[in-house]
Each structure stands twice: as structure tokens, then as C-alpha cells.
């Protein structure tokens, strides 16, 4: 069974600044995506970035990069210039392609706060 | 983009009555749709995989009688909460995959629960 782990519950930064949010995972699958998942406010799931598990080039949106250790089956995502728009809850989550279409499962989340 | 719409929004009921959720993709085809379930300030829990024409998949530890899911048709998902109680009371969020576009999950806006 995969299993997704944030050991961040939750962490403040100051507008501007960059900030890293931590998740690891265990699989024993070799071909799976990665994503990182906003949840603000009014609770819609956004995706902020995928990472294809075979792709050794990190995933790049904006602001937002991930740093990808499949060894150590890590998966950082970085905010760059955060915003106070980046306050949200984010979730790391896994999902296996070795069955299409399969469920996503979701790491506890790190509630991140942007300081004005 | 694809849009998956989840109605209603908020719904609050009396103890021991039964609640129905709507789960539609609205520009595209699903033949597999998920149904979590999301306490405050916590993580989305897989409750089960509704899939189209054949029973659900459900989570280990859910319930199937108080959780029924029908997926009757391509585009629409439904999860009843039957014999409704104040334990129940959630946040529940569903999400489904495009036929055509592989791995590309969509989730709804979710459904808040209240039962009184």
C-alpha cells in the first residue's frame, strides 16, 4: 500500500519570502504521478503541479517547483515570491498508473500561512 | 477545462433521515469517480470508488450500507447517506476521471453535511 506523509502540520512565512513544504512516500510501484494539491478557503482542490515519476526533470509552474528524489521518494514543493494568495492548506498526493485511472491518496496536509 | 459540479453545497438534515449528493461531470465523460470525505482541518479520506454500470469499491472501514453510491450514468455519481446521524456531519468532495484524457482528475466544489 502507498503511503503519503507530511511532517509539516503547519508553517508561517513572510510575503515575498520562499518556502519549502516537505512530503515524503512509499510505494513499491514504479510508474506513478506526484502532485501537490491547494486547498484554500472555500475549500475547492486545486492542483498546483504534477510530477511524473518517470520524468527525472524536476516540474516547473510559475512560482511553484518541486524538487523530485525518487530514490529517497521525496517530493518537495517550493514557493517562490509567495503571495497571500498562497495561504492555503497543501497536500501532497500519489497516484499509482499502473491501473488507469486510479484513486489518488492524499498526505495530511501542511497548513501554510502568507504574513502580510 | 473539465468541471465536475457537486450539489448541494451545504445541506442540513435531522438525525435518521437520508441524504442524497449529486456528483456531475459537466463537459465530459466519467467512467470512474471517487468520493472522499474531509474532517476540519484534516486530510481527505478515501471513502470509495464509484464506478459506471458495476457496484462501488469501497474503503476498508466504510460502510456501504449508510454510504450507498450509484454511478447510473456516465456523467453522474451519487452518494446517499442513509439514516443520517450527527457523527456523519463532513465535508464530502468528489472527483472524477476524464475518459478521454488519461489520469486527469477533477474534483467538485464539495458538500457540506450538517445533521442536527
Known amino acids: 500500500a502507498q503511503t503519503v506523509t507530511q511532517s509539516q502540520p503547519e508553517m508561517s512565512v513572510q510575503e515575498a519570502e520562499t518556502v519549502t513544504l516537505s512530503c515524503t512516500y512509499d510505494?513499491?510501484?514504479?510508474?506513478?504521478?506526484l502532485f501537490w494539491y491547494k486547498q484554500p478557503p472555500s475549500r475547492q482542490m486545486i492542483l498546483v503541479i504534477r510530477?511524473?515519476?518517470?520524468?527525472?526533470q524536476n516540474a516547473t509552474e510559475n512560482r511553484f517547483s518541486v524538487n523530485f528524489q525518487k530514490a529517497a521518494k521525496s517530493f518537495s514543493l517550493k514557493i517562490s515570491d509567495s503571495q497571500l494568495g498562497d495561504t492555503a492548506m497543501y497536500f501532497c498526493a500519489f497516484m499509482n498508473l499502473a491501473r488507469r485511472n486510479d484513486k489518488i491518496i492524499f498526505g495530511k496536509g501542511t497548513r501554510l500561512h502568507i504574513l502580510p | 477545462g473539465a468541471v465536475v459540479s457537486q450539489h448541494p453545497s451545504r445541506v442540513i438534515c435531522k438525525s435518521g433521515t437520508s441524504v442524497k449528493i449529486e456528483c456531475r461531470s459537466l463537459d465530459f465523460q466519467a467512467t470512474t469517480m471517487f468520493w472522499y470525505r474531509q474532517f476540519p482541518k484534516k486530510s481527505l479520506m478515501l471513502m470509495a470508488t464509484?464506478?459506471?454500470?458495476?457496484?462501488?469499491?469501497?474503503e476498508q472501514g466504510v460502510e456501504k450500507d449508510k454510504f450507498l453510491i450509484n454511478h447510473a450514468s456516465l456523467t453522474l455519481s451519487t452518494l446517499t447517506v442513509t439514516s443520517a446521524h450527527p457523527e456523519d456531519s463532513s465535508f464530502y468532495i468528489c472527483?472524477?476521471?476524464?475518459?478521454?484524457?488519461?489520469?486527469?482528475?477533477?474534483f467538485g466544489a464539495g458538500s457540506r453535511l450538517t445533521v442536527l
Open positions: 510505494t513499491s510501484e514504479n510508474n506513478y504521478y
Open positions: 472527483s472524477a476521471h476524464d475518459r478521454a484524457a488519461f489520469n486527469v482528475l477533477t
Open positions: 510530477q511524473e515519476a518517470y520524468k527525472q
Open positions: 464509484s464506478n459506471e454500470g458495476s457496484k462501488a469499491t469501497y
